[in-house]
């Protein structure tokens, strides 16, 4: 089965600084990565995805995250934060379970604080 | 809909009662999965479906929770004789095809059990 380790569960920045939300994950033969978003009593929303190709992926909201499949990582990075921001961030593995479901397996979550 | 919607959204129980939480996913999207978010699990997948079956029901955590989905659209997570620990925010996904490359969440709908 995957894991996902989400290395920091708070991570304070000032404002407009930049930010980097630390995620590795378990190895498989392929792997579809995802980060979400939630802002809070709402559900999650897609930032971004690798599913092939490019490893650096863009998202919404300015945010990025490059696929390094030698570290097992998916670093998400935004070059300048906005108090809007202050959310928490979930990276996510989609592996199929062998009855054709393709689960979600969450890290456990990074709060991002963005401090004006 | 424009999104996939979960009602109630806030539900409170006494401990020992039956509750049912609902999900209408995006109109099309033959792939159902329900999660749990809860403070010290994270979270957890719980049920798929595809259409109106549910071939992998392995992240079910007791046989007091069942799920069904009729239509091929609404979804039905029922819980009996909750317990404390039940208490949590329960997701649900859904996604046009079931291939695990994208997923739309609902708000969630947040149980307390007292």
């Known amino acids: 089965a995957q894991s996902v380790t989400q290395l920091d569960s708070q991570v304070p920045v000032f404002e407009e600084a930049p930010v980097e939300l630390r995620c590795n994950y378990s190895?498989?033969?392929?792997?579809?990565l995802f980060w979400y978003v939630q802002y809070p009593n709402q559900g999650l929303q897609l930032l971004l995805k690798y599913l092939s190709g490019s490893t650096l992926v863009k998202g919404i909201n300015g945010f990025e995250a490059e696929f390094n499949k030698s570290q097992t990582s998916f670093h998400l990075r935004k070059p300048s934060v906005h108090i809007s921001d202050t959310a928490e961030y979930f990276c996510?593995?989609?592996?199929?379970?062998?009855?054709?479901?393709?689960?979600?397996?969450f890290g456990k979550g990074t709060k991002l604080s963005v401090i004006p | 809909g424009a999104g996939v919607s979960q009602s109630p959204s806030n539900k409170v129980t006494e401990k020992g009662k039956d509750v049912e939480l609902r999900c209408d996913p995006i109109s099309g999207h033959t792939a159902l999965y329900w999660y749990r978010q809860s403070l010290g699990q994270g979270l957890e997948f719980l049920i798929y479906?595809?259409?109106?079956?549910?071939?992998?029901k392995s992240g079910l955590p007791s046989d007091r929770f069942s799920a069904e989905r009729t239509g091929g659209s609404v979804s039905t997570l029922t819980i009996q004789r909750t317990q404390q620990e039940d208490s949590a925010v329960y997701l649900c996904?859904?996604?046009?095809?079931?291939?695990?490359?994208?997923?739309?969440f609902g708000q969630g709908t947040r149980l307390t059990v007292v």
């Open positions: 996510a593995v989609s592996e199929s379970s062998g009855a054709g479901s393709y689960q979600l397996t």
């Open positions: 190895s498989s033969v392929s792997v579809y």
């Open positions: 996904a859904s996604s046009l095809v079931g291939d695990g490359t994208e997923a739309f």
């Open positions: 479906f595809q259409g109106n079956s549910a071939p992998d």
